[in-house]
């Protein structure tokens, strides 16, 4: 019993620590080169091709949430 809280525990702080890592990552990859873009929102539009991986791997990490065992084959 008390392995399997252990490693709930884990899951859940691996999770978590994605989560923050993509969602960080994939924000700075979308405002990085956005000015140099353009203005505005045109500028984030046009590059999300610089976020796209990271904005893959928050899917990702989204999806090992609610199928444990296909999302950490992908992770």
């Given at each position: 019993?008390?392995?399997i809280?252990?490693?709930?525990?884990?899951?859940?702080?691996?999770?978590?620590?994605?989560?923050?890592?993509?969602i960080t990552?994939?924000?700075?990859?979308?405002?990085?080169?956005?000015?140099?873009?353009?203005?505005?929102?045109?500028?984030?539009?046009?590059?999300?091709?610089?976020?796209?991986?990271?904005?893959?791997?928050?899917?990702?990490?989204?999806?090992?949430?609610?199928?444990?065992?296909?999302?950490?084959?992908?992770i």
């Amino acid at each position: 019993m008390n392995k399997i809280k252990i490693a709930n525990s884990l899951r859940s702080f691996s999770v978590a620590t994605l989560l923050i890592i993509s969602i960080t990552f994939s924000v700075f990859a979308l405002l990085s080169g956005a000015e140099q873009a353009g203005d505005g929102i045109k500028g984030i539009i046009l590059n999300i091709p610089n976020a796209l991986p990271w904005l893959i791997l928050l899917a990702v990490v989204v999806l090992a949430q609610r199928e444990q065992l296909l999302g950490g084959i992908l992770i």
